[in-house]
């Protein structure tokens, strides 16, 4: 099992507020994706990064996925109400690149 | 465009019974899962198939079986229900296996006394 820790596990902020979320391992991925899952609802893809240094930017999401690719943030600037979700990292690695998920950050923006 | 279709959402069962979940997908992709989440734990994958007429063991098999019917179906089978199976199950699908992005069925809520 490749492991991934997701730091924080909770966060409530105030709207407008900034945020970063982080996912961390000790194993490599060829690539790295995050999902948005909101209550009720499946896992919903926002990015996959593939190369080491790599950042992509999604309106106000900022992901980048480290140099080694073992790690990666999601950096959210001004956040609003309707950020508000679990957010998963997952990684792709091990036997025929199979996807290892992170713990999951839950985040609340408060208005 | 369904996507990915789960059916029951919610299902109770009594310690030792059995049951399957649905899955279908209207994409037309290859490859198909079935994980399940649980607080504090993330999504563990419990099996896939990686192409129809494929199924293999994923981190967490023990207690399930799976189908793989056609290209478009994908059920989970209990047959002998455990406490330690209540869990969110989620099915998805991804256009190949190995990397591709996953699209994900809204889950079934299983509770088990």
């Known amino acids: 099992t490749q492991l991934l820790e997701q730091s924080p596990q909770f966060l409530s902020i105030q709207e407008g507020e900034n945020l970063t979320v982080y996912c961390n391992s000790s194993?490599?991925?060829?690539?790295l994706q995050w999902y948005r899952q909101e209550p009720g609802e499946g896992p919903v893809l926002l990015v996959t990064?593939?190369?080491?240094?790599e950042v992509k930017k999604l309106k106000r999401l900022t992901f980048q996925f480290g140099d080694a690719r073992k790690d990666s943030s999601l950096h959210i600037t001004a956040a609003q109400p309707g950020d508000t979700g679990l957010y998963l990292c997952?990684?792709?690695?091990?036997?025929?690149?199979?996807?290892?998920f992170g713990t999951g950050t839950s985040l609340t923006v408060i208005p | 465009n369904a996507g990915v279709t789960q059916t029951p959402k919610f299902q109770v069962l009594k310690t030792g019974q059995s049951m399957t979940l649905q899955c279908a997908q209207d994409?037309?992709?290859?490859?198909m899962y079935w994980y399940r989440q649980d607080p504090g734990m993330g999504l563990r994958l419990i099996y896939y198939?990686?192409?129809?007429?494929?199924?293999d063991k994923g981190e967490v098999p023990n207690g399930y079986n799976v189908s793989r019917l056609n290209k478009r179906e994908f059920s989970l089978r209990l047959e002998s229900a455990a406490p330690s199976q209540t869990s969110v199950y989620f099915c998805?699908?991804?256009?190949?296996?190995?990397?591709?992005?996953?699209?994900f069925g809204n889950g079934t809520r299983l509770t088990v006394t």
């Open positions: 994409m037309n992709h290859n490859s």
């Open positions: 997952a990684g792709a690695g091990g036997t025929g690149n199979q996807f290892y």
């Open positions: 998805a699908s991804s256009l190949s296996w190995g990397g591709s992005p996953l699209h």
């Open positions: 990064v593939v190369t080491g240094g």
């Open positions: 194993s490599v991925f060829s690539s």
């Open positions: 198939s990686a192409s129809e007429g494929t199924t």
